[in-house]
C-alpha cells in the first residue's frame, strides 16, 4: 500500500493561500486583507466593463454619424435596418 494511501490530501500537499479560520478566529488584519481583495476584484470588473463602455460608446457616436449623413438631402448614404 502506497502511503498517498494513507494520508489525507493536506498531509501530503499542503493548502495554497491562507488557512481557513473560524468565526472567533478572524483578526482585524483579515477582514482588511479580504476587503482588499475584494477591492481588487471590483476594480478588475470595473476596468473592463469601462473598456466595453467607450467601445459601444464610440459604436454609437459613428452610428450617429451615418445617420446625420444619410438624412442630409442628396445622400447616397442607405441604412439597411
Known amino acids: ?13 499542503e493548502p495554497r493561500g491562507e488557512p481557513l479560520k473560524g468565526a472567533t478566529e478572524v483578526t482585524s ?3 482588511r486583507r479580504h476587503r482588499k481583495k475584494l477591492m481588487r476584484i471590483r476594480a478588475a470588473k470595473r476596468k473592463v466593463r469601462d473598456a466595453i463602455a467607450i ?3 464610440d459604436q454609437r ?11 442630409k438631402p ?3 448614404v442607405k441604412i439597411a435596418r
Open 55 to 57: 467601445k459601444t460608446k
Open 29 to 31: 488584519t483579515d477582514r
Open 1 to 13: 500500500m502506497a502511503e498517498g494511501d494513507l494520508l489525507a490530501p493536506e498531509e501530503i500537499l
Open 61 to 71: 457616436i459613428a452610428m450617429a454619424k451615418i445617420v446625420k449623413m444619410a438624412h
Open 74 to 76: 442628396g445622400s447616397k
